[in-house]
């Protein structure tokens, strides 16, 4: 079981942009595959950008072309730049292995990201 923490949501005018960061604790993190999650309001939690060791990514359509995700090994820590927002984009933002949670066994408290006017 690993450590997660999430943090740099917050309430964002439509059309804005925002990054959100995630560490995890001990060595595992670089040699995982991971990922950024949301739960929307009312919805099962869903991908929104995964990332290999290798550094492939991928993206639903939903985001693809206003999500950037990217990570340092050194630092244990995962981010996802997000621009464009919407409002449909608010939910809370979770981070974690690239299998649903099945690798680091544990889920952070995520962050909340609010987009509206």
């Known amino acids: 079981q690993v450590d997660i923490l999430e943090s740099g949501g917050g309430l964002v005018q439509p059309g804005g942009s925002l990054t959100l960061a995630c560490v995890v604790s001990?060595?595992?993190?670089?040699?995982?595959?991971v990922a950024w999650y949301r739960q929307r309001p009312g919805r099962k939690r869903e991908l929104v950008a995964g990332?290999?060791?290798?550094?492939?990514?991928n993206y639903p359509n939903s985001v693809k072309g206003r999500a950037t995700i990217s990570r340092d090994n050194a630092k244990g820590t995962l981010y996802l730049q997000m621009s464009r927002l919407i409002p449909e984009d608010t939910a809370v933002y979770y981070c974690?292995?690239?299998?649903?949670?099945?690798?680091?066994?544990?889920w952070g408290p995520g962050t909340q990201v609010t987009v509206s006017s």
């Open positions: 990332i290999t060791t290798g550094g492939y990514t």
């Open positions: 001990g060595d595992i993190f670089s040699n995982t595959a």
């Open positions: 974690n292995d690239l299998y649903n949670g099945d690798f680091f066994k544990s």
